[in-house]
């Protein structure tokens, strides 16, 4: 197993540590605390979990041999910047839908769009990582996207008023990533043994 392999899966579950915490905090502010402080801390811990995970990787790619063939560095190189790409046109389109969410005065649908470019992101991903799972976690980020599209802005649980919408979005992607992300690391793992 070459170097870059293991940096990129560090860095995997690096992004999917990320942004699994930050669509968990859009989770926690639409659940407005509802079940406080469970959330937070849950969200806590599964952060620190795959944080530590990604460190790990990071540290044990330290340890590999660094000679890498010509063909390799090229390898790298074009895998880098078709990801780049990837990432890019996904920033652009989640920055055009908020422009558009915000021109049309519907900005509550924002975070359902942006988990359906994110989901459709991964279809590419897919491909390019030859990972098969990401179909999986694309289908599932669309659905939520989709399906949080039905569900009321605005609601009671408990008598305490939250949003519904982007608690169900929010904390079911989170989910998704936060599987995605320990599926590669764990996977890594099996083939590092």
Same mark, same amino acid.
């Given at each position: ?10 860095? %995997? ?8 915490? /930050?669509?968990?905090? @859009?989770? @926690? ?17 599964? #952060? /620190? ?5 990604? $460190?790990?990787?990071?540290? *044990? ?7 890498? *063939? ?5 390898? *790298? ?10 990432? %890019?046109?996904?920033?652009?389109? $989640? ?7 915000? #021109? ?14 994110? %989901? ?7 491909? /390019? ?12 980020? #669309? ?13 009671? $649980?408990?008598?305490?008023?939250? $949003? ?30």
């Amino acid at each position: 197993m070459s170097k870059s392999t293991v940096l990129g899966a560090a860095n %995997g579950v690096m992004f999917m540590t990320f942004f699994g915490a /930050l669509w968990s905090s @859009i989770g @926690i502010v639409g659940s407005h605390r509802l079940g406080a402080p469970w959330p937070l801390a849950l969200s806590a811990l599964i #952060t /620190l979990i795959l944080l530590t995970g990604a $460190i790990s990787l990071f540290v *044990t790619s330290r340890s590999m041999n660094q000679s890498v *063939t010509p063909q390799e560095k090229e390898d *790298t190189k074009r895998l880098n910047r078709k990801f780049g790409l990837i990432f %890019g046109l996904e920033g652009v389109a $989640i920055f055009l839908a908020s422009v558009i969410c915000n #021109t049309l005065n519907h900005f509550e649908v924002f975070f359902p769009v942006m988990a359906m470019i994110v %989901g459709i992101h991964f279809f590419p991903l897919a491909t /390019l990582f030859r990972e098969k799972f990401y179909y999986g976690t694309g289908i599932v980020m #669309t659905m939520l996207g989709i399906i949080s599209l039905f569900l009321p802005i605005n609601g009671t $649980i408990r008598e305490v008023s939250l $949003i519904p919408m982007s608690t169900f979005i929010g904390f079911g992607s989170a989910l998704t990533l936060w599987v995605t992300g320990l599926r590669i690391w764990v996977t890594l793992l099996k083939k590092l043994k």
